[in-house]
């Protein structure tokens, strides 16, 4: 028999109708003989009564980077971020958790109104916490600053969705404490991105 394919009743899935599974010649591969569909596959669908069940595509792996400093802001740690996170934003779903910027650079006065509702950039999802943006000029401003973003990230990362992978960097230095506690809830791994180590330390702490 030159048929690979029958009708097949399906009981209580379609209780009045029958699966049609229609007929390949032996010499041709079945449509089930496949393998994960990528870009430019055919769409595999069953069909019971009216309703139609599409095949899904992979999803990406997600990844959540905290730093306070992200675009707009104009300082050295925010723009490295921003430019990482926006390459990586293709194979990876990005999400970032930043806090207010100190310095606000942007290239057009729509965009230099437009950054605190912005929520996703260049495919890059932001979560952008409220906290305190007192002058740096003295060392309890900035502790302050610091205190109030940790805060407002640790109420975040309590309920955040659980990423496959985050990565910390050390604005404020206490971030990795927050990055171990998501991890210990959700289980993804934790990674360091460290760019506040300069020479000078080392050669301090030698």
């Known amino acids: ?39 430019g596959a055919p769409e595999l669908r069953s069909k019971c009564g009216s309703v ?38 293709g194979p990876w779903d990005v999400r970032v958790l930043a806090g207010q910027p100190n310095a606000v650079s942007a290239s057009s006065n729509q965009e230099m109104d437009d950054w605190k509702s912005q929520s996703v950039r260049h495919g890059v999802q932001i979560h952008r916490v409220p906290h305190l943006t007192l002058p740096k000029r003295r060392m309890i401003f900035k502790a302050l600053n610091y205190s109030s973003f940790l805060r407002a990230s640790r109420r975040v990362l309590r309920t955040i969705d659980a ?6 960097e050390t604005d404020p230095f206490l971030l990795p404490f927050e990055a171990r ?21 080392a050669v301090a702490l030698n």
């Open 52 to 89: 139609e069940f599409n095949t899904m595509e992979p999803t990406r792996p997600a990844v959540l980077f905290l730093n306070r400093s992200y675009w707009p802001d104009v300082e050295a740690t925010g723009q490295l971020l921003t430019a990482l996170c926006e390459k990586l934003s």
């Open 1 to 39: 028999m030159d048929i690979l394919a029958r009708r097949i009743p399906v009981g209580k899935l379609c209780p009045t109708r029958d699966l049609q599974v229609d007929a390949v010649p032996a010499h041709e591969s079945p449509p089930i003989a496949s393998s994960i569909p990528g870009p």
């Open 163 to 168: 990423p496959d992978v985050v990565v910390f």
């Open 181 to 201: 506690r998501l991890q210990r809830r959700t289980g993804c791994r934790m990674v360091g991105y460290l760019q506040d180590i300069y020479p000078d330390v």
